[in-house]
């Protein structure tokens, strides 16, 4: 247990795309961080407006426990920690602070929004804000202040973005200066305007605005006879078909003799059952059936490749060059609307570890352009032998990069049993590794590895929750700021039947979950924890897990989940206030606090355990949270009941097993048993439990049998009988169960 309690940060904010991405600026004009973040709440509840990630709405100005997670973003958990008397005391100034679990900043002495700028409208500043990057960006990265709330990023509206083609403010990441590269990230009817020097270059634009009818292959794409067809003057690799720009470089349906391909070559269709529209001019064989599109980042061709890897008509069209050279080129082929189950397939044909090449290490052939967004239906996985996907580092002191956004339904990454799949930050380089903003998206068989902050993040789409499923074999770790931060109504489950899930190394808490989100947890300890753990959870820094959840947020339940080895805190953080059921958990081994610590984000004040469920008579706990002498034993306490004195509580944790003195203590166990405490029974020493407590079982004449439920209501000191308190007992304690006492 850390003695001022913990700092619980939102995840990064990544901006709405929808399926097929890029949807805030579609039109080409508008101010995209407005529509899709910031004027949501505008004029109202500045978090949620501002899109700070955690649906703050609900939270700010209500418990300071559940807001005070809600607003800060990942990026500024170094900062975040300090001052946090949320509005009150004294704090150094230009540094982070808390306002109504919002981030603010430190002046004369007090916590304050950050400042109005002139001629911005109220706190929102243009582009990036002095006060707000010193106190939570380290003055080199950048945070705006938006409507009195610093957020990372460098733009509020459109008009701080100046430099083609990232003209749009957040059209991938909210607050962030951004545009669109190709047709895949803009709507139906729409394209990306990729002309160099163009004024809308980076904005998706009118599918007609690049060609005319005269100019183009005519409106059958066929009917001129054979000419090739005009490029799009907007988008070098579209072409005109029927009037409108299109991906390709040829027309459907062909024409006659394929004059307009050459005489080896046939115009294809790229997408399967396509008949109209733009094709390619290739000897490959088109993607039929049930479409898995293949990519082979070597031997592959973005410009004559059909994603079909069964070669073409000719001999020289082999599979390997029939392939695509990159996702990018994939995913535009698949278009905003793909077909249920479509899969992209990075192919390794090379042996070893496959690299997939972006930016100047690519050539001339094609090079990955990120955030890679997957729509809905679109699962990646790969083949052949290890690939590793390196993000590109963000650029200058202000920059940042994501690896993926799942923006559409049922898609994500699923990697290769057999043959690992690695998305790399390479050394902190790259910011984020996936940005979840999608209703159900999912990650099984691949690595998240070393982004310069968080691993996972998972944040709502304006009111609606995203959902993600992490399944066998998913590792993320070695993030300099949390694993997986949810926040917002958004959701996480980590189930695990076959393999690890594993989420280690990471610089702040392993696993983060904030407003009104929730965590689900589906594990085994085995029979020799850490090394048998299905979910484990180890070595990361702040600590393993934290929950601050706010009032009325669903149940988390952690079922069978391993958190040890927390570099300087806790195996699991809980706020009060927060609804949580742990059960057959093994939380041993952290050796610089608690395994289960109740207590406190910094600047909040809850008490209530009512909805902290740790075990009960009729449901016994069966978590392992303390060793004995000499054994994997937690520095601080099993449990630490960190809370304001005589609140009179007391927490469901019966039918656990402790540590004793020499033998373990199971309380579930038929017989009588006294726990090991320290004396003024602090949460030192690797004690059983602790805190602010006093005995169990009370007294006699105080409720010594009120809180033998859990299921009974805490504020009311278990509710058995608030009359038999008559005001004279009112320490909080810890049910440990009828067997055990101390």
């Not at 955690?54 to 607003?71: E, K, N, R």
Request: aromatic share 4%; with cysteine.
């Amino acid at each position: 247990m850390r003695a001022h309690g913990f700092v619980l940060v939102a995840a990064v904010g990544v901006g709405a795309v929808g399926c097929g991405g890029g949807g805030a600026s579609a039109g080409g004009g508008g101010d995209a961080s407005v529509s899709a973040d910031a004027g949501a709440g505008a004029g109202a509840d500045a978090g949620a407006g501002a899109d700070a990630g955690a649906d703050a709405g609900p939270d700010a100005g209500a418990d300071s426990s559940a807001g005070a997670d809600a607003g800060v973003d990942a990026t500024a958990d170094a900062g975040a920690d300090a001052g946090g008397d949320d509005g009150g005391g004294a704090c150094p100034t230009g540094t982070a602070c808390s306002v109504a679990g919002q981030p603010g900043v430190c002046a004369d002495g007090g916590c304050a929004q950050c400042d109005t700028q002139v001629g911005t409208g109220a706190g929102s500043s243009a582009g990036p804000d002095t006060a707000c990057t010193e106190a939570y960006g380290g003055g080199t990265t950048p945070f705006v202040c938006t409507f009195g709330v610093c957020l990372a990023g460098n733009c509020n509206t459109n008009a701080d973005c100046t430099a083609a083609p990232n003209t749009t403010c957040g059209f991938a990441i909210p607050h962030v200066c951004g545009g669109c590269s190709s047709d895949s990230e803009c709507y139906t009817g729409t394209i990306c305007d990729t002309k160099p020097g163009d004024a809308l270059q980076g904005v998706c634009v009118a599918a007609t605005a690049g060609c005319s009818t005269s100019a183009d292959g005519g409106a059958d794409g066929g009917a001129d006879g054979g000419a090739p067809a005009a490029v799009c003057s907007v988008n070098a690799v579209d072409v005109c078909c029927g009037g409108s720009c299109t991906t390709g470089n040829c027309c459907l349906p062909p024409s006659s003799g394929n004059a307009s391909c050459g005489p080896t070559a046939s115009c294809v269709a790229e997408q399967p059952g396509e008949t109209s529209g733009g094709g390619i001019c290739t000897g490959c064989l088109p993607v039929t059936g049930s479409p898995v599109y293949y990519v082979d980042p070597v031997h592959g061709s973005d410009a004559t490749g059909t994603g079909n890897n069964a070669g073409g008509s000719d001999s020289s069209s082999t599979g390997a060059a029939c392939a695509f050279r990159t996702i990018t080129r994939a995913l535009q082929v698949i278009g905003a609307s793909p077909a249920a189950s479509t899969f992209i397939n990075v192919v390794n044909t090379v042996g070893g570890t496959l690299v997939v090449p972006y930016g100047a290490d690519a050539g001339s052939a094609g090079a990955e352009t990120f955030p890679i967004v997957l729509p809905s239906n679109v699962t990646l996985t790969n083949s052949g032998g290890p690939v590793t996907i390196e993000v590109p580092a963000a650029q200058g002191k202000k920059g940042s990069t994501t690896g993926f956004v799942f923006s559409g339904s049922a898609c994500g990454i699923r990697g290769d049993l057999s043959e690992a799949l690695t998305i790399d930050g390479q050394s902190g380089t790259a910011t984020t590794g996936v940005a979840v903003q999608s209703p159900s998206s999912f990650l099984s068989n691949v690595a998240i590895t070393n982004f310069a902050a968080d691993g996972v993040d998972v944040e709502n789409v304006g009111q609606t929750a995203s959902v993600l499923a992490v399944t066998d074999g998913v590792q993320v770790t070695g993030n300099a700021k949390e694993g997986i931060g949810v926040t917002g109504s958004s959701s996480v489950s980590l189930v695990s039947s076959s393999g690890q899930v594993l989420v280690s190394g990471n610089g702040g808490y392993g696993i983060s979950v904030g407003g009104a989100a929730t965590l689900t947890i589906t594990g085994s300890s085995g029979a020799n924890p850490p090394a048998t753990a299905t979910v484990l959870v180890t070595d990361n820094h702040t600590g393993g897990i934290a929950i601050a959840t706010s009032a009325g947020a669903a149940q988390s339940v952690l079922t069978g989940l391993v958190s040890t080895a927390s570099v300087a805190g806790d195996g699991l953080d809980i706020a009060p206030g927060s609804n949580v059921k742990v059960r057959g958990g093994w939380f041993l081994g952290n050796s610089s606090g608690d395994g289960i610590a109740i207590q406190n984000p910094k600047g909040a004040s809850g008490t209530s355990v009512a909805t902290i469920d740790l075990g009960t008579n009729a449901d016994p706990g069966d978590n392992t949270l303390q060793a004995p002498t000499g054994g994997v034993i937690n520095k601080g306490a099993g449990i630490c009941l960190d809370i304001a004195a005589n609140a009179d509580q007391q927490l469901a944790a019966s039918g656990n097993v402790f540590g004793g003195t020499t033998t373990p203590i199971d309380c579930a166990a038929t017989g009588t048993y006294v726990l090991h405490v320290a004396t003024g029974l602090g949460c030192t020493g690797h004690v059983d439990v602790g805190g602010n407590i006093g005995a169990f079982p009370e007294s006699a004449g105080a409720d010594s049998g009120a809180g033998a439920d859990a299921s009974a209501d805490a504020n009311a000191d278990a509710g058995a009988d608030a009359s038999a308190d008559s005001g004279v007992d009112l320490a909080n304690t810890i049910n440990v169960g009828a067997a055990c006492s101390y």
